[in-house]
């Protein structure tokens, strides 16, 4: 497994370890909540949905946390500002871990700011994400609350190398740093197949190396947009499953410290690929540890021999 010389930063997200070498602490895995699409939407822009099934997802979550030792960190997509708090609020109310919040509408994502320091939870919220696009508005509104945990994001137009993507990445950290954030998560950004695709698991390993910084990455993203599973014969649950988890096993041995999966509808069987491979990694990291003289402790997955 990778070892890296850079001393590895560590911090605590809503009671949820994230950062360190490879192998020390479990992969962290982040599930989707009211994406269009879901079964359980019932309006994006109103913010209606199926709370009983809603609830049952979360409670997989737990359940998958329990078994495996691998923390869960629910995202939180609100289409409105209206939705945005009602889903925020439910989720807050019906689970104990981080929330990771985010929109493609600006004024949702100002919501979401607004909620961390109503509902007095701010130790929890992870804001995603600190971008090139990112509006000094939203910015300053960041910079006045309480929230101190974000994604930065390392996508750039421009950015088709390792050097130019981690360029970006370095930049977008000032930009956190100048408005209190403390605690970063490196998205290195996932592009679609045939347009980058791969770059952001280089990228991953760079970011441990240079920076020694916590990695996130929405590995899922790749699949989604893949005209391969657009085609009639390949457009199902099983062949999107197989692609996402995939893409997720790949990330986790790319050394990534919090890994985006998608949907919660996939949630279980999420959870049993990467508790698998943490018990590939939990030996290939004991072993190089021995071999290398490190004295450090590791996760031990649990085996069910």
């Known amino acids: 497994m990778f070892v890296f ?21 479990p992969a962290v895995l982040v599930g989707g909540l009211f994406f269009t699409g879901q079964p359980i939407v019932e309006n994006t822009k109103e913010g209606t949905f199926n709370e009983a099934l809603t609830k049952e997802w979360i409670s997989v979550g737990n359940t998958m946390m329990e078994k495996t030792g691998h923390p869960l960190i629910i995202q939180v997509y609100g289409r409105s500002p209206q939705a945005m708090e009602k ?17 493609t509408n600006m004024n949702a994502r100002i919501r979401g700011i607004e909620l961390c320091d109503e509902l007095g939870l701010s130790n929890r919220f992870i804001y995603n994400s600190i971008n090139l696009s990112t509006k000094a508005e939203e910015l300053e509104k960041l910079k ?7 994604v930065v994001l390392g996508w750039s137009p421009r950015a088709t190398s390792l050097l130019d ?13 100048e408005i209190g954030i403390e605690k970063m998560l490196v998205d290195p950004a996932t592009m679609p197949v045939g347009a980058g695709f791969g770059l952001d698991y280089r990228t ?17 993203n790749a699949p989604s947009a893949w005209k391969f599973l657009k085609q009639p014969e390949f457009d199902d649950e099983s062949a999107h499953l ?51 003289g490190i004295s ?8 069910f021999e």
Request: proline residues 4%.
């Open 5 to 25: 010389k850079k001393e590895q930063e560590v911090y605590d997200f809503g009671g949820v370890t994230i950062g360190g070498s490879p192998g020390e602490n």
């Open 87 to 103: 889903h925020i609020s439910f989720v807050a109310e019906n689970f104990d871990g981080p929330i990771m919040f985010e929109s």
């Open 144 to 150: 006045t609350s309480s929230l101190d945990s974000a």
């Open 165 to 177: 993507r981690m360029s970006t990445i370095k930049q977008m950290i000032e930009s956190a740093k």
């Open 204 to 220: 991953l390993l760079a970011i441990k190396s240079d920076l020694g910084l916590p990695t996130c990455i929405g590995s899922h």
């Open 242 to 292: 197989s692609a996402v988890v995939s893409a997720t096993i790949a990330a986790q041995l790319f050394a990534a410290d919090c890994i985006m999966f998608g949907s919660m509808i996939r949630t279980r069987e999420v959870f049993i690929a990467v508790a698998l491979m943490a018990n590939a990694i939990a030996t290939s990291v004991a072993e190089s540890h021995r071999s290398l």
């Open 296 to 303: 450090k402790d590791i996760f031990e997955p649990p085996t």
